[in-house]
Each structure stands twice: as structure tokens, then as C-alpha cells.
């Protein structure tokens, strides 16, 4: 596999429910990010990881809860979701140390939250 | 303010014709600027990136910056209906580290045939 590639795709949960949404990059980068995509707003940077240290935490609320076990994988961990998380969630990566290295971004996971 | 604004569209133009996106951004720090195109239910995908003055030609696509009027933009020429998606402007203050990426809301465009 190639780029980047999150899953599940597509993920609907209630609001007492934990999941967890996983992304896994093959471009050797060593930044990871977590977005959250809703309808006519910008794309909103929750979490970033440099190295698979968090250095950039958006004012997210501790429902979401990230990890990064390696330079290659992110998770994002969901509990107690409310309905207003329901949006596309992409992850991204890039290379750091290098200039200005553009995001590559994952497929995304489309939630609901019911 | 919104720290990176562009105009939601619809911006409609007939197939074959120029295309021109804009963005302004508030940082006059900022460093690197990018265009994204994003499709409808897919996830956004690098078009461009710009960091100097001036305008970088790639293909149909041209980026255009001009950093003492805080303003970057985008033309496609040679419109086609494949080219209908979601634009957005990406605008980073880094150089060298991760990137602390700020996106504007993104312009619809629509190549009519």
C-alpha cells in the first residue's frame, strides 16, 4: 500500500459508545495529523505529532483522545461522542526538516454520531 | 477576521475558459501557501505550492503571490468539467517544521460544458 490510509471509511456510533479511528502512512514522513472536516467550515487542525510526540493540541475536548504509537500510525479514540462531532475526520502526514513539505491526507472516516 | 478567506462560490465559467480563484490571508508572517482541490466525499489533494513573489506555472495551473497585498491565487486555464471540486487555500507561517497548516472554507467551482 501506498500514501495514506485511514479506517473505517465510514463509522456510526451512539453517543455512549467508545471506537477508534486508525491511520497508517507509508511515505516515511514523521509528522502526523488529525483534522476535523464539517460542513462550511474550514478544515480544523486538532492534533498534530512530530517524531510521535504530540506538539500541537487544537483545544480539542478530551472525548477525543489521540495516539501515536510510531512515525506510521495515528489513532483517534472516541467516547462519549455528542452529535455535533458528526463530520469528516482526515488524517495527514508530511515530512518535517525539509522545507515546507505539503500534507498528503488519508481517505478520511466519515462519523455520525446518533 | 478569518485568517484565511475565500470566496465559498459557486464560481460558474464555461468549459475551455479561464478559472480564478483568490485568497487572502491575515499572517504576514506566512510563509507557504497551497492549493488544494478536494472532490465532493473525497479528501483534499495537493494542486500547487507557492513561496516566492510572483506567479509558478504548472501545467493548466497557475499560482500567483503576492505577499505585500497578503493575497494568493489560483487560475486554471483551459476549464474542464473534470476540474469542478472545492479549491482550498492552505497558508503555513513555517519553515522547516510540521506544519501548522490554516485552510480557508475553500471555493466551489463548477466548469459548465
Known amino acids: 500500500e501506498t500514501g495514506v490510509t485511514q479506517t473505517p471509511r465510514h463509522l456510526v456510533m451512539g453517543m455512549t459508545n467508545k471506537k477508534s479511528l486508525k491511520c497508517e502512512q507509508h511515505?516515511?514522513?514523521?509528522?502526523m495529523y488529525w483534522y476535523k472536516q464539517s460542513a462550511k467550515k474550514p478544515l480544523e487542525l486538532m492534533f498534530v505529532?512530530?517524531?510521535?510526540?504530540?506538539?500541537e493540541n487544537n483545544s480539542v475536548p478530551s472525548r477525543f483522545s489521540p495516539e501515536c504509537p510510531n512515525s506510521s500510525h495515528l489513532f483517534l479514540h472516541l467516547h462519549t461522542l455528542q452529535p455535533e462531532d458528526s463530520a469528516l475526520y482526515l488524517c495527514?502526514?508530511?515530512?518535517?526538516?525539509?522545507?515546507?513539505?505539503?500534507?498528503?491526507f488519508g481517505n478520511g472516516t466519515r462519523l455520525t454520531v446518533t | 477576521q478569518k485568517e484565511v478567506e475565500q470566496n465559498s462560490g459557486p464560481l460558474s465559467v464555461p468549459e475551455g475558459a479561464i478559472a480564478s480563484l483568490n485568497c487572502t490571508y491575515s499572517?504576514?508572517?506566512?510563509?507557504?501557501f497551497f492549493w488544494y482541490r478536494q472532490y465532493s466525499g473525497k479528501s483534499p489533494e495537493l494542486i500547487m505550492f507557492?513561496?516566492?513573489?510572483g506567479d509558478k506555472e504548472d501545467g493548466r495551473f497557475t499560482a500567483q503571490l503576492n505577499k505585500a497585498s497578503q493575497y494568493v491565487s489560483l487560475l486554471i486555464r483551459d476549464s474542464q468539467p473534470s476540474d469542478s471540486a472545492t479549491y482550498l487555500c492552505?497558508?503555513?507561517?513555517?519553515?522547516?517544521?510540521?506544519?501548522?497548516?490554516?485552510f480557508g472554507t475553500g471555493t466551489k467551482l463548477q466548469v459548465i460544458p
Open positions: 495527514a502526514s508530511s515530512q518535517t526538516g525539509t522545507g515546507n513539505s505539503p500534507l498528503h
Open positions: 511515505l516515511g514522513h514523521n509528522a
Open positions: 505529532y512530530n517524531f510521535k510526540e504530540q506538539t
Open positions: 499572517d504576514r508572517g506566512s510563509q507557504s
Open positions: 507557492i513561496y516566492s513573489n
Open positions: 492552505a497558508v503555513t507561517p513555517n519553515s522547516g517544521g510540521y506544519q501548522k497548516v490554516t
